[in-house]
């Protein structure tokens, strides 16, 4: 049981860093798209954390295409907190 937790823990540190390491950071030279903005919304929550715990990543990139990294955005948050599905009774 010991053993289980420690594993688990280990697998949660172990994805916390593999996924902010895909948060965008400072500016790129190719601009951000709708995948990227996709990409970059189903990773907030690790972003966030990522940005408590101080390093120094960014929520959104900088140097985006406009409305469809904004769209992108907002359909990969919305499909992380399980979008329209987790209305349903």
Excluded at 63 to 89: C, D, E, P, Q
């Amino acid at each position: 049981m010991k053993n289980q937790k420690i594993y688990f823990s280990l697998l949660i540190i172990f994805l916390l860093i593999n996924l902010t390491s895909c948060a965008p950071i400072e500016y790129e030279q190719e601009p951000s798209g709708f995948f990227s903005g996709f990409w970059h919304g189903m990773i907030l929550i690790f972003s966030l954390l990522g940005k408590l715990f101080g390093f120094d990543i960014g929520i959104y990139a900088l140097h985006n295409t406009g409305f469809t990294y904004w769209l992108g955005f907002i359909l990969g948050i919305g499909a992380l907190g399980g979008g329209a599905a987790s209305t349903r009774g």
